[in-house]
Structures are given as C-alpha cells and as structure tokens.
C-alpha cells in the first residue's frame, strides 16, 4: 500500500525514493538506513511500476 515517501540513507543504494511498501526495493531498506522524505530523486521504478498494476479502487457506488 502506499506510504510516505522514505529514500535509503546509504550511499551505495540506488539513489530513488519509494512510497509503496509493496516495492522489493524498498522492503530491502533496512530500518536504520531509511529515511523520510523524497530527497529529490527520482521515484523508483519499482514503485512506478505497483502503482500502475493496482486495481483501481471503487469509489461512489
Ligand atoms: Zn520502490
């Protein structure tokens, strides 16, 4: 599901920001290395990726 936006903290980390807790990426962020914040990179492909494929959520019926 979608959550705020965390980067890694570590330098040898792919240099994105995720917002999903579904990413693979992201889930390999150890606690201590995850900070918040979109830090201005680009959003990771991974997250891009779960958001398109998610099923749209049914609203006003
Ligand atoms: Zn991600």
Redesign the pocket.
């Given at each position: 599901m979608k959550v705020k936006a965390y980067h890694s903290a570590h330098p040898s980390d792919p240099q994105?920001?995720?917002?999903?807790d579904e990413?693979?990426?992201?889930r390999e962020i150890p606690w201590w290395n995850k900070q918040l914040g979109t830090d201005e990179r680009p959003?990771?492909?991974?997250?891009v990726s779960?958001d398109a494929h998610r099923p749209v959520a049914l609203s006003g019926r």
């Open positions: 994105v920001f995720h917002d999903d990413c693979p990426a992201g959003r990771c492909e991974y997250c779960i």
